[in-house]
């Protein structure tokens, strides 16, 4: 069974950078494509960009500037910083995966989610 | 960039009885990466349908997902009490995820 565990601080200060961690477990790595999103009551689900196991990325043109997205094999983890955060970037973080082998451009594991508010 | 509307925005109807909820796209969408997700408050969205009509594994058979082009459907042939969520559709295309705005259905 996968599973997903985001993990980070809860609040952030204006301007400064955003962190979060996503811990797998249950399967390869190397078998998802692994993908951070968010969500708020005014802008509903926002997908914000993935990572593959080889380190390749892609991300939401409308957040490209600010994002990365990393991940360590070797701790089956993969990360998120966005920077110069503002009020806008308030909201709950999910991490997903989307199988690699299989490949429907859906989210098919979903970890619970972590609140993030942004304030000073 | 494509845009997903859904509708209604809330729908109210009682246990056991049929919904059917909508989601129209911009513009007819080159491939069929158009998905359904159900979300209970409190939890992440779950995968019900991909493909517009294939049921994802552990999705119950009163889950189907129709259309093509920029109209597609999603019916719940009787509705259960943990079906009371919001529904989102979500389309993958030229290396971008888009989700619709939801449709919440609602005890009546």
């Known amino acids: 069974q996968v599973q997903l565990q985001e993990s980070g601080p809860g609040l952030v200060k204006p301007s400064e950078i955003l962190s979060l961690t996503c811990t797998v477990s249950?399967?390869?790595?190397?078998?998802?494509?692994w993908s951070w999103i968010r969500q708020t009551p005014g802008k509903g689900l926002e997908w914000i960009g993935y990572v593959d196991y080889r380190g390749s990325t892609t991300y939401n043109p409308s957040l490209e500037s600010r994002v990365t997205i990393s991940i360590d094999t070797s701790k089956n983890q993969f990360s998120l910083n966005l920077r110069s955060v503002g009020a806008a970037d308030t909201a709950k973080y999910y991490c997903?995966?989307?199988?690699?082998?299989?490949?429907?451009?859906?989210?098919?594991?979903w970890g619970q989610g972590t609140l993030v508010a942004v304030s000073s | 960039e494509i845009v997903l509307t859904q509708s209604p925005v809330t729908l109210s109807l009682s246990p056991g009885e049929r919904a059917t909820l909508s989601c129209r796209a911009s513009e007819s969408l080159p491939s069929n990466y158009l998905a359904w997700y159900r979300q209970k408050p409190g939890h992440p969205p779950r995968l019900l349908i991909y493909?517009?009509?294939a049921r994802a594994t552990g999705s119950p058979d009163r889950f189907s997902g129709d259309g093509s082009g920029a109209d597609f459907t999603l019916t719940i042939s009787r509705l259960e009490p943990e079906d009371f969520a919001v529904y989102y559709c979500q389309y993958y295309g030229s290396s971008v995820f888009t989700f619709g705005p939801g449709t919440t259905v609602e005890i009546k």
């Open positions: 997903a995966s989307s199988f690699m082998s299989s490949w429907h451009g859906t989210f098919d594991f």
């Open positions: 493909g517009a009509s």
């Open positions: 249950g399967t390869s790595i190397k078998s998802h494509y």
